[in-house]
């Protein structure tokens, strides 16, 4: 029996070997290749990938699939950041993109990204035709395609995007305010990126885990906090003022303060908004999933600026950027874009970002977040995964159709539908609930604004799933 591919928010990921084999990826991306050519104009295709296990191989094979069906490969032979990709995708003005990758997932997974002529990751209305196509190709096994007659044009990716980097981050000012970077690509995409363009423009950089590792040293390529003991302790021996991160494809970002602090994706995203609207004076809006922090909320409140909160998946906010709605856009799994860049995730930017937003105010991020908090209240947001029993996720499925006036002691007073269930209570504390398509889990979101009350409102979230 044919495997079913199914692009979710960030396309299709699966274990190599075991579903993500050869045939499967034939049969992938002769999905894409039948879109691609059903669309009007030029049928280039980019294709890319990550430094993952095979990528190249991968790489190879789609190229000669897309050539089969009357696409025109043009073949990236390095392995390249998933917002550079993006930008190419715009720059050539291609028919889309092909991206080897499976981002942050653990080193036993690969996937495919598909990103459309804007640069974006491809909406539903676009992935249920791809999935339609591969559906239509039944459950033989699809012949390998026939070797080109001459070699695939090639781009490098890097020098285009690291010169839009420098028109989009102020450089000078990182360079006057002297301070030093620590940068950790954990052995990914972004290797060569970050650490080049900063070195470039006069900043003392060091970097940890840089270079090709496709085990992403035995765990996830996942820039969180209790993998980032490495880049803490280069920061404490150069005295750096940031570390910045990336995740495997470099799409998410990770950030350490000074003293060698995690700074949450979440209270990132609220930083640079503050920031962006100061410094560049943008005001159109702000966009966040509704899972991400309501103190962007309170910071829209305070600029009177456009708030837009969008279903978890950045395509939504890609569409805003496209459309120039917004200044800044972010989700709090770390992902986030800019006004004037691509509408797409991108890790090196925000690290970027951050640093200059450092050196410009010259406080650490801990001082600044105080004065943020200081400005709109406190926030204190928690991402959880309960894991149900099939009896516990049946009732729960049911359960979320439901509009509960409680949750704990506290009164509902406004329920949110944009993307599961979110709930926001009188004390203007919240708890979203959003159930995984792939596995018996609820992803549950809440957000406290005090300290003190973070684990009653877990409680809480947690005890209403189960009653």
């Avoid at 991400?292 to 829209?300: D, R």
């Avoid at 989700?331 to 691509?342: C, D, F, P, Y």
């Amino acid at each position: 029996m044919a495997v079913e591919i199914k692009f979710g928010t960030s396309g299709w990921r699966a274990i190599v070997a075991e579903e993500f084999t050869m045939t499967n990826v034939r049969r992938a991306v002769t999905g894409i290749a039948k879109y691609v050519v059903s669309q009007p104009g030029e049928h280039a295709v980019l294709v890319g990938r990550d430094p993952r296990f095979m990528g190249e191989m991968f790489v190879a094979e789609a190229a000669k699939v897309l050539a089969a069906h009357g696409v025109t490969p043009v073949v990236i032979p390095d392995a390249a950041p998933t917002p550079a990709i993006s930008y190419a995708v715009r720059q050539r003005k291609a028919a889309g993109a092909i991206n080897f990758t499976a981002s942050h997932n653990p080193p036993e997974y690969n996937g495919i990204k598909f990103s459309t002529p804007d640069g974006a990751p491809a909406l539903p209305e676009v992935t249920k035709q791809i999935e339609a196509a591969i559906h239509e190709l039944g459950e033989g096994v699809v012949a390998p395609a026939p070797e080109p007659k001459k070699k695939f044009a090639e781009i490098d990716v890097k020098p285009d995007y690291l010169k839009r980097l420098g028109e989009l981050v102020n450089f000078p000012a990182i360079k006057k305010a002297g301070i030093k970077v620590v940068f950790d690509p954990f052995w990914g995409a972004a290797r060569g990126y970050s650490c080049h363009i900063l070195r470039e423009h006069g900043v003392e950089t060091a970097t940890v885990h840089d270079y090709r590792d496709v085990l992403f040293g035995g765990h996830a390529p996942e820039p969180d906090d209790h993998l980032l003991g490495a880049c803490k302790a280069k920061m404490k021996e150069t005295g750096a003022a940031v570390g910045i991160a990336t995740d495997g494809d470099a799409d998410r970002f990770g950030i350490v303060d000074g003293d060698g602090t995690f700074i949450q994706p979440n209270y990132i995203i609220a930083l640079l908004f503050d920031y962006l609207v100061e410094t560049r004076g943008w005001r159109n809006g702000v966009a966040k999933s509704v899972a991400t922090t309501n103190m962007i909320n309170a910071l829209a409140e305070l600029h009177k600026i456009p708030l837009y909160e969008t279903p978890v998946g950045f395509k939504y906010i890609g569409e805003l950027i496209n459309e120039d709605k917004i200044a800044i856009g972010g989700e709090e799994s770390a992902g986030l874009t800019i006004r004037g860049h691509v509408p797409e995730k991108d890790g090196v930017i925000a690290g970027l970002l951050v640093t200059e937003m450092v050196a410009v105010r010259g406080k650490s991020l801990g001082e600044q977040l105080k004065e943020l908090f200081a400005k709109v209240g406190e926030f204190y947001p928690v991402r959880e995964n309960f894991r149900l029993t099939p009896e516990v996720k049946e009732k729960f499925v049911e359960k979320v159709k439901t509009d509960p006036a409680m949750l704990g002691p506290h009164k509902v007073t406004q329920i949110v539908r944009t993307d599961g269930l979110k709930l926001i209570l009188d004390d203007g504390s919240w708890v979203c609930y959003r159930l995984s398509g792939t596995e018996p889990v609820v992803r549950v979101y809440s957000e406290a604004r005090k300290r003190s009350k973070i684990e009653a409102l877990s409680t809480a979230a947690k005890n209403w799933v189960l009653e």
